[in-house]
């Protein structure tokens, strides 16, 4: 993690691995005198240091490999030819697909490209270079591509999608998209390598076959999700009840799944052994229940994509079966520390994702605070006892885990669903108990009973989708981002509430966990103005900040099936603790200014529209005189002349004109140069040079997507 916040590569990186492993043999060395008095302290600290420094050296000898993996900057926008291999599953937008590419072979001569690039392949020809699609992209096929290339780039943004950093997560160090000439060419595909080609042509397979049965079911994509962890057939809708019910985490392949199905395959496993003589005699139902649970967990780990909870969960839990096969006796907490080292080895990039440290740090507080109420009940072999006892369990269980992800959930995505305990007390048992093994009976059995199981799940969701939506109503907790040390004080409040009663000092723990739950909205004061430039690419949209007041001038562009609403200013507004715009201000109809307008407004309270654009519902018309006051900052609209009939184009522009004590700022959208003039001439006199300052992102300028100048000049 202190690499990962590292501006450059530290040039010293690789060698606090070499020092970390000599610190390992120095301990080694002293074991013998570990019952010296003093000797075991500077021991534990010695091992603190020696394990820092190799994880530190570790990582940053991986993104040493990979940062060398670069795209020659000669080569950016050029045509180059490769040969390679689809890599993942084809991800679907809305004008074709994208998709990771193995490069075996650069067919140009003295071309330099990295080994794994993230394409887009076109349908139709409206973009330059584009191509029609006549087959579609599988996984681990063959194919010779003709693409342009360029390195990473990314929006910047606080609280947004770090894109950039999801590509090198991935090993993609170039973006680009296959051009139509000279055509693609599918080639023999023969033995796919590494073997997760062959995972992901099953994967695909089955959510092709799970969407032919369902027939564009509205819950459909929830069942391939939970089958093969492929949630991109989920819909936005969907999606806000899963997030505003805390219920996010159950579709995707949680590590509970894994270990519900692992279990349900064991306790199988150990029925039929048993009823088996012949079968006992060789070796013991026991061993052979926990060598098939396990077998079966890595099984649904793999088909499900080989997430960080999948991870996690299988390397947990293949410790625990080589430990209890091999007749040793593992702690838990060795057992999750085991796992932790596998999964930061295979990616040293895992702690950049927040599911990281939602899946560590639940099954932590888990093994915390856990072993007490799971003890409960155990001399009462009564079925009634034994009722009671997993009742109990699942309750504590489920009030344990949300404890223990409140601080992250208010760290990671600053907001916490006030309903997520009893939401997830009602979709946890049935979601892993009923749909989820109905989903993988029908990956097990596609002749003939898959569209009753499928049929028969998608029933039970919809049952359970009814009782989300009604709790998606109640409200959700929201706080501004806060400073690290309120989280690192929330999580240690969080380990004395799980101790056990009576413990000294628990009284402690709310005192600790206030300063995160409550941390003020930074004010402004009175008269003061923040503006903030959102990053969202070819398009724009710019936040107004007063001491009580929120405004945003445009929505920012679409992005296919996404937007900037959802991707960039939803995610701001909630890091800033803002649910309410007062004001929007949509300067005319192009896409690149709109387009996120649609999200936003199911997403965040809008108090005042004000546009071009007359066929919105609740709009007020754009037109110059428009005049308000906020906390002594003002507001005007000088552009498109009243009286003047709006259509929403590049010459209905809304131009905004923003005052304050310190000086005045002019939004101008996308008004042309005749505009500009105009403009000028009418109210020229009223902006010196030396104070006054336009955003625009007209066309005519060299740079269109941001551009400051000085009116006027």
């Excluded at 990582?59 to 795209?71: G, H, I, P």
């Excluded at 993609?172 to 080609?197: D, F, I, K, N």
Aim: proline share 7%.
């Amino acid at each position: 993690m202190v690499l990962q916040q590292q501006a450059a590569l530290p040039a010293w990186g690789t060698a606090c691995l070499w020092l970390g492993i000599v610190l390992h043999f120095l301990l080694f060395a002293i074991r013998p005198l570990l019952d010296r008095p003093g000797v075991k302290l500077f021991a534990m600290g010695l091992a603190l240091v020696a394990g820092f420094l190799v994880g530190f050296g570790w990582a940053s000898l991986r993104a040493e490999w990979r940062l060398a993996e670069a795209l020659d900057p000669a080569w950016e926008g050029r045509d180059i030819r490769v040969l390679g291999t689809v890599a993942s599953l084809p991800a679907s937008f809305e004008r074709g697909s994208r998709f990771e590419f193995q490069v075996e072979e650069v067919l140009t001569p003295e071309a330099q490209v990295p080994s794994r690039l993230w394409l887009s392949r076109y349908e139709g020809s409206e973009a330059e270079g584009a191509e029609e699609v006549n087959e579609d992209i599988q996984p681990g096929q063959r194919w010779a591509f003709t693409v342009r290339l360029r390195r990473p780039h990314g929006q910047m943004n606080p609280g947004g999608f770090d894109y950039e950093a999801w590509l090198l997560q991935r090993g993609l160090r170039a973006t680009g998209y296959v051009r139509a000439q000279p055509a693609p060419e599918r080639l023999e595909s023969g033995l796919a390598w590494p073997p997760m080609l062959w995972v992901h042509r099953v994967r695909q397979s089955v959510g092709e076959r799970f969407r032919q049965v369902l027939d564009q079911q509205a819950l459909g994509g929830i069942l391939v999700a939970l089958a093969i962890g492929d949630q991109r057939a989920i819909p936005d809708d969907q999606w806000q009840i899963f997030n505003r019910t805390g219920t996010t985490h159950l579709m995707a392949i949680s590590g509970l799944h894994v270990t519900l199905i692992g279990a349900l395959v064991g306790w199988l496993v150990n029925g039929l052994w048993r009823r088996l003589p012949g079968l006992c005699l060789i070796w013991p139902a026991r061993k052979a229940a926990l060598l098939a649970g396990g077998l079966a967990a890595l099984a649904y780990g793999v088909l499900s994509g080989w997430g960080i909870p999948a991870q996690r969960t299988c390397l947990m839990l293949g410790v625990a079966v080589l430990a209890l096969l091999s007749g040793r006796q593992v702690g838990a907490g060795r057992i999750l520390l085991l796992a932790l080292w596998g999964v930061l080895f295979m990616d040293p990039w895992a702690v950049l994702a927040p599911g990281f440290w939602l899946s560590f740090g639940i099954v932590s507080a888990l093994l915390w605070g856990a072993s007490r109420a799971f003890s409960r009940g155990a001399e009462n072999p009564g079925w009634r006892a034994r009722s009671l006892r997993a009742v109990g369990q699942l309750g504590a269980s489920q009030w344990i885990a949300t404890l223990a992800s409140l601080p992250l959930l208010l760290w990671a995505f600053h907001q916490f669903p006030l309903i997520a305990p009893l939401a997830n007390l009602l979709a946890i048992p049935v979601v892993s108990l009923l749909v989820t093994p109905l989903a993988l009976l029908a990956v097990l059995l596609p002749w003939g009973p898959d569209s009753l199981l499928l049929g028969l799940a998608h029933g039970i969701l919809q049952g359970l989708m009814w009782s989300l939506g009604e709790l998606a109503q109640m409200p959700v907790w929201q706080v501004p981002a806060a400073p690290g040390w309120t989280v690192a004080l929330a999580g240690l409040s969080i380990a004395i509430l799980l101790l056990p009663p009576g413990v000294p000092g628990r009284l402690l723990a709310p005192v600790l966990l206030a300063p995160l739950l409550f941390w003020p909205a930074s004010r402004l004061a009175p008269g003061a103005l923040r503006m903030v430039v959102l990053d969202v690419g070819q398009g724009q949209a710019v936040l107004l900040q007063t001491a009580e007041h929120t405004l945003l001038y445009d929505a920012g562009p679409a992005y296919g099936s996404d937007d900037a609403g959802r991707r960039v200013i939803q995610p701001y507004l909630t890091r800033l603790g803002v649910d309410t715009l007062d004001g929007v201000v949509l300067s005319h109809k192009d896409r690149d200014h709109s387009g996120g307008w649609d999200s936003l407004v199911q997403g965040v309270k809008v108090g005042r529209l004000i546009s071009s654009m007359s066929e919105l519902p609740g709009v007020e018309p754009c037109y110059r005189g428009l005049h308000w006051t906020w906390d002594h900052v003002e507001f005007q609209i000088l552009h498109p002349p009243a009286g003047t009939p709006l259509v929403g184009d590049n010459r209905d522009s809304c131009v905004l004109r923003v005052e304050t004590k310190a000086g005045r700022i002019l939004l101008t959208g996308d008004i042309g140069v005749r505009e500009e003039a105009l403009l000028l001439a009418e109210q020229g006199r009223l902006f010196p040079p030396k104070c006054c300052w336009c955003l625009t992102t007209a066309a005519p300028h060299p740079h269109p997507w941001l551009l400051w100048r000085r009116w006027g000049q």
